[in-house]
């Protein structure tokens, strides 16, 4: 969904756009629109001078993907600008993280990520923008809907993928520790591959 949402967002602002979805194509957790869909292609197919790159992944895995990019694009005898759009979860990130320098620009969607990746690397601090997670406000009386009676008094919600790392196995038995049958309550997970 943050994907879709940063797409619909670029191409409002008239960027010209061409998505590579990687692996995980197959793997949509949330409808993709006509005009998103229209910019998909397999990597073969994108334009092989792009004025900018965009990596939305995850810290580690923009790293990897930099540098699977920067090493095709050298070969070609060109090179864009590359951009990271990543988050961080926890207070400071590990320091095998700043190889994130090697972006022209890391986009994170808050303050709290801009100083987890404050590891005391100038290079990478200077890089950062805070750029907060595009959302289409037309979208969210969708996703709320949950079309049952007796809708409870709390409802708690985890947006997530099922990893270790997320951890929502201790989401769930922390709730069933926390309350009973018959608690007028409710748990929601949106975790996408499970």
């Known amino acids: 969904r943050a994907g879709v949402d940063l797409a619909q967002c670029l191409l409002h602002a008239g960027v010209e756009l061409q998505i590579s979805a990687g692996t ?7 409808p993709v629109p006509d005009v998103i869909a229209a910019c ?31 090493a095709a694009f050298m070969a070609a005898e060109y090179l864009p600008k590359f951009l990271a759009y990543t988050t961080w979860e ?31 690397d100038t290079a990478l601090y200077e890089r950062i923008r805070i750029v907060p997670h595009a959302f ?3 979208t969210l009386a969708d996703r709320l809907r949950i079309e049952r009676p007796g809708d409870p008094v709390y409802r708690f919600y985890y947006v997530g993928v099922w990893s270790q790392r997320k951890n929502p196995a201790d989401v769930i038995r922390a709730f069933a520790h926390a309350f009973r ?14």
């Open 24 to 30: 995980s194509i197959g793997q949509r957790t949330a």
């Open 40 to 70: 998909i292609r397999p990597e073969r197919d994108l334009d092989p001078r792009p004025d900018v790159v965009i990596i939305h992944t995850l810290p580690a895995s923009c790293i990897t993907m930099l540098e699977r990019q920067t």
């Open 90 to 120: 926890t207070c400071e990130a590990p320091p095998h993280l700043a190889p994130l320098a090697g972006f022209d620009q890391v986009w994170v969607p808050s303050e709290a990520t801009l100083d987890a990746f404050d590891l005391g």
């Open 136 to 138: 289409d406000e037309r």
């Open 181 to 194: 049958a018959g608690d007028p309550v409710e748990l929601l997970l949106q975790c996408a591959g499970a």
